[in-house]
């Protein structure tokens, strides 16, 4: 991440899927769209009682407009640099990215992502959770409809017509 950039959009309770054969679970995180880059962090050191308020101000905000293009206070660029130090968490410029494109489900709403990184192509499809069982392990049970257009057509406008 550049020291000049800003946060665009920042998605949480977001539940990410391999779209691989014989995958099976996935992970929480959240989706943080920069200027330049589009960033997968599921290891935070935001703290939990922010996370939890900030999950429900979410959800509120989703039902009524669908619109995921926010930026949630609390939350800004150090604690972004600060995130991605973890290894874990997943940093892509928007060059990275080779195909991106979301689908509306009977249960909600999927954004698909196609990249390489590290020499390896990767596949995954991003949903917005509403709520989660967490025993025996932590998954969604429900899953919102949410507009994924501004979020893709942002990537999309930044990058590259190298392709």
């Known amino acids: 991440?550049?020291?000049?950039?800003?946060i665009r959009a920042?998605?949480?309770s977001v539940w990410r899927e391999a779209k691989k054969f014989l995958s099976i679970g996935g992970r929480e995180g959240?989706?943080?769209?920069?200027?330049?880059?589009?960033?997968?962090?599921?290891?935070?050191?935001?703290?939990?009682?922010?996370?939890?308020?900030?999950?429900k101000r979410q959800g509120m905000m989703v039902l009524k407009t669908k619109n995921i293009m926010n930026i949630h206070d609390g939350y800004d660029e150090k604690d972004?640099?600060?995130?991605?130090?973890n290894e874990k968490n997943v940093e892509l410029a928007f060059d990275d990215i080779s195909k991106i494109n979301f689908e509306e489900k009977e249960w909600g709403s999927v954004l698909n992502l196609e990249y390489q990184k590290n020499g390896k192509n990767e596949k995954f499809q991003y949903s917005v959770a509403q709520d989660w069982v967490k025993y025996p392990v932590k998954e969604p049970t429900k899953y919102m409809h949410v507009d994924w257009a501004p979020f893709v057509e942002y990537i999309k406008d930044g990058q590259r017509l190298t392709r």
């Not at 972004?80 to 130090?85: A, G, I, T």
């Open 1 to 6: 991440m550049d020291t000049d950039e800003k």
């Open 10 to 12: 920042h998605v949480v």
């Open 30 to 55: 959240m989706l943080v769209l920069t200027d330049k880059h589009l960033m997968f962090v599921h290891k935070t050191q935001a703290k939990m009682r922010w996370w939890d308020a900030i999950v």
């Open 80 to 85: 972004l640099v600060e995130d991605l130090k």
